[in-house]
């Protein structure tokens, strides 16, 4: 199996692909990993080449072969749908002899560093720039798990640039946020398996709308990746619980927060204070 999952495997070596063989990577992560499980020639026949372009495809990723590559996407594909139910009944965590802290942190500094090579440099600054630019509007949205990312990102960014705002579906219906999206505005969208129907299709709205959609997800990749200009992938293993780490998700949001603030300069630290000027002006409660 390969170090990394397939569809990052992609992503890496785009660059050193034929024109070809890109098109059966955008077909693969459009209808990712499902397209990959068809037989090899309707893959082929999917992206409109031949069989023996699948063939060099393949080994470009490193792979031995069309089996080898199917028995990696059926893997991911389960771990993709695996619950935080199934992992505990797997695995059993909590039963180490070694210091909890020791091991939850050893696991967080390893899911760190792994989605450090995760992360394309080149399309992080590509979103940094994008939501840097204050003529954009930034839409904020997550899942059930991760809107507190969503959240997050929206307040941080809202205190550096205006036109940042968070869509809470459980507060409000995602519509009512969609319905007046266009070509210049923005939607970051955080997925993380088991992932969500209503949080994909708004990724599919805005992208059919000509809106930018920036996806954050895990390793086996949502399926509002194939709605996604860009899509920015974190780890989330971890063996102290069954329940998938976000701490590198929450890192990438704090880096994101900073490239965006770097980028603004004088322009972010003029709004910062006003904002505390103004905050600090209020006054709460009924005393004098």
Known sequence: ??????????????????????????????????AGLESLTRFAERAGVSPATVTRFITKLGLRGYPEFQDSLRQELQERLSSPLARYELARPGDSSVSMLHDAF????????????????????????????SRRRVLSLGGRVSTFLARYLASQLHLIRPGVELIDPERSNPADHLVDLGRRDILVVFDYR???????????VAAGRGSTVVLVTDPWLSPAAASARFVLVTGV???????????????L????????????????????????????GVVYGDGP
């Open 194 to 204: 088991r992932y969500q129907s209503d949080t994909i299709n708004s990724a599919k």
């Open 106 to 133: 050893a696991t967080y500094e390893h899911s760190l560093r792994a989605s450090v090579d995760m992360v394309s440099e080149h399309d992080f600054d590509a979103v940094v720039d994008l939501l840097a630019d």
């Open 253 to 280: 949001t704090e880096t994101l927060i900073a490239g965006v603030l770097a980028r603004l300069g004088e322009t972010a630290h003029a709004r910062m204070r006003r904002m505390d000027e103004l905050r600090g």
């Open 1 to 34: 199996m390969p170090e990394f999952l397939v569809g990052e495997l992609v992503r890496q070596r785009m660059g050193a692909l034929s024109a070809s063989e890109r098109r059966l990577a955008q077909v693969l992560l459009a209808f990712y990993p499902v």
């Open 237 to 251: 293993q971890t063996t102290v619980t069954p329940f998938d780490t976000l701490v590198s998700a929450v890192a």
